[in-house]
């Protein structure tokens, strides 16, 4: 008898090889985004984009450090002062954001990732006010003392315990980054490690502060329902006498060497139930026009119960209970990664040539007009879902900007996704996925010997 999600997964498999039973539909336009662009004498960007749609705004504040730009041996200090820059101030208690967010019916969070740390809320459009001078106030007095640091590093290590050390495969999430790059940053793990954060000193802390945290290294994005007049001399009032800091910005300069040949890890979990595999390649900036195909293959591979990966590994094979890939896009070089937890009783080695032998069918087989529109489809759908409100508006004019460098991208690149072609992913497809650019891990359940 044929279940109804094998008779779903048939069905679609016979229309991706036939090809699309109706003419292609024309390409979506999404609304640009009318944003205003403009630079204080600080250094601070700002962007903002007036919409009236509710009477709400979003305040997001990128800062262009993220955990590459960690000291070298102190692992996680940009993930640290994404939580303590909810600690006092000058001119505020330990968590007057949540007051003045949660309290007024609104929200707020925070988040670090490899090239950026972000600061966002929403709140009620008549509070946007006391918003911006509370963002300028924890910019420019945030108070970095021995209690503050101490609080919020033993908070940032017992994350590390809960999503690295207790999770089965959460060493895996590290591994996956450390054998993947020899050189560049990225191979520090983002949240840090214990050991590293339990040697830092107060100083070291507060002299990263006033490395990254100024003015002419943050953008400030306001969308949403607002006067532009009285917004912009709010943040000429509370930004604008930040003074601007005369020291150059450090970059990172270090190039992650090319891959000459593939690289092989066994590696062991202590409490890992079930063997798992990830593989990994190199590819372009988030900034390339690769990006696009790129991000489609991703899509085609491992983008729900239909893709070809889960297709063909947890139901054909049965091989696998869970498989995903990851077009992990980023500021100076990307990575583009397989993760698979196998089912009981199958070996690794099979798991991972049929791993290998769906890369490589996308390699050498033009990928189909109707599989392809499908994942275009989904790819836009979730970007417009995502403009769908005003946070959604800041995050991708925000990403745009600090990430990509550009925030006119905003407006373009939805339609430079949609005319990628079959050609264009089999190009990129066997620019990358050859095997001397490859790493692979096999994760494997602590031997008992």
Known sequence: ?????????LLWTVLAAAGPLFSAAPPLKMPPLKYRD??????????????????????????????????EGRSGFAHLFEHMMFKSTRNMPAEMLDRLTE??????????????????????????QTLIWAEADRLASLNIDQPNFTSERDVVKEEFRQSYLAPPYGKLSLLIEQRSFTQHPYKRPGIGNIEELDAARLEEVQAFHATYYRPDNATLVVVGDFEPRQLNQWIDRF???????????????????????????????????????????????????????????DTILSGG??????RALVYEQQLATSVSSNADLR??????????????????????????????????????????????????????????TPAGKASALGYAAVVLNNPSRVNTDLGRLQVVTAADVQRVMRKYFGDANRVVIHYLPESRD
């Open 331 to 388: 500021e100076d070089i990307s990575l583009f990664s397989f993760r698979l937890v196998l089912a009981s009783d199958k070996k690794p080695e099979d798991a991972e040539r049929s791993l290998l032998a769906e890369v490589e069918r996308l390699r050498e087989q033009p990928v189909g007009s109707a599989e392809l529109e499908k994942a275009k489809n989904q790819m836009v759908t979730a970007q417009l879902r995502e403009r769908e």
């Open 239 to 297: 930004f604008g006498r930040i003074p601007k800091v005369s020291r150059p910005l450090p970059r990172v300069g270090v190039a992650e060497p090319e891959r000459t040949r593939e690289r092989r890890y066994t590696e062991q979990g202590t409490n890992v139930p079930l063997p798992a595999i990830a593989a990994t390649y190199l590819i372009p900036p988030a900034a390339s026009d690769e990006a696009y195909p790129l991000r489609i293959a």
């Open 103 to 128: 309290d007024v019916g609104g929200y707020n969070n925070a988040f670090t990732a490899d090239d950026v740390t972000v600061y966002h809320e929403v709140v009620p459009s008549n509070y946007l």
């Open 38 to 71: 403009r630079m204080l004498p600080n250094g601070l960007r700002v962007l903002t984009v007036e919409e009236h749609s509710s009477p709400t705004v979003a305040i997001q504040i990128w800062y262009h450090v993220g955990s590459k730009d960690d000291p």
């Open 1 to 9: 008898m044929i279940r109804p999600r094998q008779l779903v997964l």
């Open 305 to 310: 119960e239909s893709s070809r990966l889960y």
